[in-house]
């Protein structure tokens, strides 16, 4: 991709994200105003801290979450349960600053 923005628009950029993220080798990532962003993760499913500071992201895994959330949908007849989670805080150099 060149990055004048001469032959490469914006929307097209996106679309090719979006089609990334769709096959899984980017993750998409909902900002908390509302924006999406993509990044670049770890293969396989995992959730994210994201600082709504600096915009620093931490892969994190809940298998917790990922049980509860099977029991849950199931007792209400549901199968192949795909879920985003992503939470918004403060890093640590954002809140010892
Ligand atoms: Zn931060
Ligand atoms: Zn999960």
Sequence with gaps: ??????????????????????????????TPDGQIAYRTCTPGHHHHLVCRSCGRTVEISLPGLEEQTRKIAGQYGFAEIDHEVEFFGTCADCSSK
Excluded: F, K, N
């Design 1 to 30: 991709m060149r990055h004048d923005g001469s032959t490469v628009g914006l929307a097209t950029v996106y679309r090719a994200l979006q089609a990334m993220a769709a096959s899984g080798e980017v993750d998409s990532i909902r």
